[in-house]
């Protein structure tokens, strides 16, 4: 089985920063595609940003110039640093990761819990 685990929620003011770490373990063979994605109170999940396993970078338009999206392969990790955060940013962010556990067929999705980040003054 596979499990995701976030860190790094909080509240911040306008302006400010906050990094997010998720961290994937269990069985896991080979990690595809990572990303992050948010859900608004009363609004539908929106993704923020996702890299391939090589490196490709995507960033919704809100996010792009202020959120970084990052990982290790070694580690099974990815983060999201976020800077200039408004309150708009406020949500729900949920790590999500394609992966497969055997060698023997392709990757499947897997969810974090989701971790709250709210910016407020």
């Known amino acids: 089985q596979v499990q995701l685990v976030e860190s790094g929620g909080g509240l911040v003011q306008p302006g400010g920063s906050l990094r997010l770490s998720c961290a994937a373990s269990?069985?896991?063979?080979?990690?595809?595609?990572m990303g992050w994605y948010r859900q608004a109170s009363g609004k539908q999940r929106e993704l923020v940003a996702t890299?391939?396993?090589?490196?490709?970078?995507n960033y919704a338009d809100s996010t792009k110039g202020r959120f970084t999206i990052s990982r290790d392969n070694a580690k099974n990790t990815v983060d999201l640093q976020m800077n200039s955060l408004k309150p708009e940013d406020t949500a729900v962010y949920y790590c999500?990761?394609?992966?497969?556990?055997?060698?023997?067929?392709?990757?499947?999705?897997?969810w974090g819990q989701g971790t709250q980040v709210s910016v407020s003054s």
């Open positions: 269990g069985t896991i063979f080979r990690i595809y595609t």
């Open positions: 890299v391939s396993r090589g490196g490709i970078l």
């Open positions: 999500n990761a394609a992966i497969a556990t055997t060698s023997l067929r392709g990757p499947q999705t897997y």
